[in-house]
């Protein structure tokens, strides 16, 4: 109870309003602020870049560039459909470095059997109550939360078995 002497309920997935009263959140913009884009490895490495738009073919592209240095061999590059990842740009981008790049693309609406999909329910339910005073807050408290998620690298490894994914050389 609080001191007015209202009784508070919380339960995973549930907010902080008052019980029987349905919280009121307002936005600011309709358009999404903050986007991530994420990789992740078989053993349990998590790679993140978050920008300040909607995911683009040349965030894509950028992206990619950076996990392949940080991962240092050739990436296996699993997507669902989103446009940016079908575009002309990034696609002759992969193209350009074969070495470097090899892709495979998910079914059309199928997210449970991407892994990292399983990386964004997590930090999407570690956020649910958030209310962030500005964007610079959000990308602020989205980085923070695959930074959580990056510690736990047997927890990404999970990911990967809940899709039904086995990896050689893996538990």
């Not at 920008?51 to 240092?72: D, M």
Request: glycine share 4%; proline share 6%; hydrophobic share 40%.
């Amino acid at each position: 109870m609080d001191e007015t002497g209202h009784s508070f309920r919380i339960r995973p997935g549930t907010t902080w309003a008052r019980r029987g009263l349905t919280p009121v959140l307002r936005r600011v913009s309709k358009r999404r602020e903050v986007s991530s884009i994420v990789a992740i490895t078989p053993d349990g490495r998590l790679y993140a870049r978050h920008v300040r738009t909607s995911t683009s073919s040349r965030c894509v592209i950028q992206a990619l560039r950076f996990f392949r240095q940080k991962v240092g061999t050739t990436l296996l590059v699993v997507w669902d459909r989103l446009n940016a990842h079908r575009s002309r740009a990034t696609i002759a981008s992969l193209a350009a470095q074969p070495q470097d790049y090899a892709a495979a693309y998910l079914p059309a609406y199928a997210p449970e059997l991407d892994p990292e999909e399983q990386c964004n329910a997590l930090v999407k339910r570690a956020m649910a109550n958030a209310l962030p005073g500005s964007v610079d807050d959000l990308h602020r408290l989205a980085r923070r939360e695959f930074s959580r998620l990056k510690r736990r690298p047997k927890m990404i490894t999970s990911f990967f078995r809940h899709a039904g994914l086995s990896v050689a050389g893996l538990p």
